[in-house]
């Protein structure tokens, strides 16, 4: 089968694809093409690599591997790993920022501080530590074992779940076992019952992967952007600018890539460094820049205000503008290639992890006690780096955005009033003003039209007044085409969330921040139940989730927890369960009597955007809400919509091993596309 698809909408992406395509290593978008057709037992989950009698590959020729695992047996056990990687993935980025909170309190970091008392003080009232007559730094001690403990419990229950969601959520996830004991424990019990001849109950194992999660989002996720907030500040609305043409041809360039704030905010604040600007002019450049991809520019963009070069999929783009003096990466979505592209120019990539090295890159260790020593040592390289610059290629294309939203301060300007309240988002809902609220989030994938799936989903919803909230680099999708700034109210949204922005001085696409600020939405929809009139459990709430060009395990993980705390979840493409039915069955339909949230695997972003507000409608039915006040039907999922946009390029799969398969129903009810 050929399949023809555009690589990229963005037009500054679409600017350089050729001239890094052109290298013996080629984009990701050519590596996908070359990689051809892939194995449909791999792809639809049912291969097993569990124990070494296999490789197993379920079929309805052959049902049973060599133990005797079904389809849904292997589909989930590979599917609860995948969301224990992601799980680990924040979990670890959560507890080295613990780690760090720690060290300042206890004097042995370097260039950190406790930024936010306030932030401080709120966080530590809601796990029961003194504040009154103690210093900043003991709280912060006290704060940052009792978070620790999060990670490495061996009983109890992790403490956000019961301590900020609503009582009837509480209630029923207990009911169900689904608040983990501990992180990592739930992790280590993931790989043991998924051991070779451990657990082999679909449903009992799905439901770990519920309960697994929840690590992600209530712990993880959570103690991640709560300490982030406390360390480097709590983030305020910001103006900046975004893709690859915030790049500066008279600048140092550092682009700041992976996940952790801990590094790259030292990098920023090492920028303004006088001896180092200095350095710069000596060399010819009239600054430094520093700016970001992936979710550690979301990180600087919420905290600093630092510009924005692009999502996952610009990482070798922003190596072929010839303009990028060093990359420097922690851990997570760093793609090995970079390496070969910045080989072709003078780029220098700086790995800094113990965890992420890559063969060819330099490596400068991180170490939190000498964090701006080593952050200083690191913007040096760039200087130095500068006059060996070769030809320089930066696309003209950025946008302007406003990023920096929270639960705290979205809402807080309203009437004149300065405090936090939700009131006026659920008035708005209630009245009929606003459908719902989506939260937009997640990757780019070479399997889709970089941003395409974004853009075309948010603009649905603007379209139909559904307030929509992103997060990574999802959100730098939509800035790049300007959906940040209130202006654009005027231009996407309905009448009822146009008079929403207008009266809250809101963009109708709010920026959270990065993937582990997810878990600011779960708490906005905390206190969405809390202010009243909205229902009583998450599950309650006309709200949704997408994430239309999901890539990696931590996608998965965000996706179950979202699901686990009550919401529906469009997830695209399709996970690898195709294979068995009855997973699908589950995460489509069985897990709603479970968390009263459920996935859908619709790939076309505008029907799932129509799933999406036909649950959110569902929900105002089941509250009794008024009718909206601006009626703005969309159109129903079997009706025929608006083709996709024009294809450009063309991308190659054949459909060899299909026979193999034979048998198995070519598609589910999940909507995926089959190869
Ligand atoms: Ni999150 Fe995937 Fe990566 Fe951030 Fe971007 S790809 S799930 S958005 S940078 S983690």
């Known amino acids: 089968m050929t399949e023809e698809m555009r690589r990229t909408v963005d037009p500054a992406a679409e600017a350089l694809m050729d001239k890094a395509g052109d290298s013996e290593i080629g984009t990701a978008y ?17 291969c097993c690599r569990i124990c070494e009698m296999g490789p197993c590959r379920i079929s309805p020729k052959n049902p ?10 292997v589909a989930s056990r590979h599917l609860i790993r995948q969301v224990a990687a992601g799980t680990a993935a924040h979990a670890d980025h959560g507890h080295d920022i613990v780690k760090v909170l720690l060290m300042t309190a206890r004097g042995e970091s370097q260039g950190y501080e406790i930024k936010s008392e306030r932030r401080l003080h709120e966080v530590a009232k809601e796990w029961d530590i003194e504040t009154e007559g103690r210093t900043k730094e003991a709280i912060a001690e006290e704060l940052a074992l009792a978070a620790m403990a999060q990670f490495n419990n061996l009983d109890g229950e992790i403490h956000y779940p019961a301590a900020r969601a609503p009582e009837a959520t509480v209630k029923n996830w207990r009911a169900h076992g689904l608040i983990p004991v501990g992180v990592e424990h739930e992790i280590v019990e993931t790989l043991h019952r998924t051991h070779e001849g451990v657990d082999a109950d679909y449903v009992n194992i799905l439901k770990h992967g519920l309960r697994t999660s929840m690590g992600d989002g209530w712990a993880g996720a959570m103690l ?8 480097f500040g ?22 700041v890539h992976g996940h952790e704030p801990t590094l790259s905010e030292m990098v920023v604040a090492a920028s303004r ?9 000596s060399k010819g450049a009239d600054g430094i820049l520093v700016g970001g991809i992936c979710c550690t520019a979301n990180e600087i963009l919420m905290r600093q205000g630092a510009p924005v070069v692009g999502n996952f999929l610009h990482q070798e783009l922003a190596i072929a503008t010839g303009a990028v003096d060093v990359m420097l990466v922690d851990v997570q979505c760093i793609i090995p290639a970079v390496i070969e592209h910045a080989g072709r120019f003078h780029t220098k990539v700086i790995t800094t992890s113990k965890k992420a090295h890559i063969r060819g890159a330099e490596h400068v260790q991180f170490h939190e006690d000498k964090a701006f020593d080593i952050a200083k040592e690191i913007v040096r390289r760039a200087v130095e780096n500068y006059p060996n610059r070769g030809p320089v290629d930066i696309p003209e294309h950025k946008n302007d955005l406003v990023a920096g939203f929270t639960v705290a301060n979205t809402f807080t300007h309203l009437g004149g009033r300065y405090r936090s309240s939700f009131r006026p988002l659920n008035d708005a809902i209630i009245s009929g003003r606003l459908r719902g609220v989506a939260a937009v989030i997640g990757c780019n994938t070479v399997k889709k039209t970089q941003d395409d799936s974004h853009l075309r989903m948010v603009k649905e919803f603007l379209k139909h007044d559904v307030l929509v909230i992103m997060t990574g680099c999802a959100a730098t999708a939509c800035a790049k085409v300007g959906l940040l700034q209130p202006e654009s109210a005027r231009e996407y949204a309905g009448e009822g969330l146009q008079e929403i922005c207008e009266a809250v001085g809101i963009p109708p696409v709010l920026h959270f921040g990065s993937c582990v600020d997810n878990s600011r939405i779960l708490v906005a929809l905390c206190e969405m139940i809390k202010e009243g009139g909205l229902g009583e459990k998450l599950s309650d709430l006309p709200i949704a989730g997408a994430a239309p060009e999901a890539m990696c395990e931590k996608a998965i993980a965000i996706g179950f927890y979202c699901v686990t705390s009550g919401a529906f979840v469009n997830y695209a493409p399709v996970m690898r369960i195709e294979g068995s039915d009855e997973v699908v069955k589950f995460l ?3 897990v709603e009597e479970i968390t009263g949230g459920k996935f859908s695997f619709e790939e076309d972003p505008v029907k799932a955007a129509h799933l999406m507000m036909e649950h959110m409608e569902r929900k105002r039915a089941d509250l009794k809400l008024r009718p909206l006040m601006y009626d703005t039907p969309f159109l129903k999922q079997e009706e025929k919509e608006p083709a996709a946009p024009p294809p450009e390029r063309v991308m190659v799969a054949d459909s060899d091993d299909m026979e193999a398969f034979a048998g198995l129903p070519p598609s589910h009810h999940c909507g995926g596309k089959q190869p």
Do not use: Y
């Not at 049973?64 to 047996?73: K, M, Q, S, V, Y």
């Not at 709590?234 to 682009?255: A, C, F, M, W, Y």
């Open 588 to 590: 489509t339909e069985d």
């Open 64 to 73: 049973r591997g060599i133990c005797g695992a079904d389809a849904a047996t």
């Open 234 to 255: 709590t983030p305020e609305p910001v103006r900046s600018e975004v893709n690859l043409g915030v790049l500066k041809q008279d600048h140092v360039n550092i682009v």
């Open 273 to 281: 460094d006088p001896e180092l600007l200095e350095l710069a002019k």
């Open 224 to 231: 991640a952007t709560d300490i982030g907030d406390i360390l």
């Open 30 to 46: 050519d590596r996908h093409v070359s990689q051809g057709k892939r194995c449909t037992f791999g792809e639809k989950g049912v």
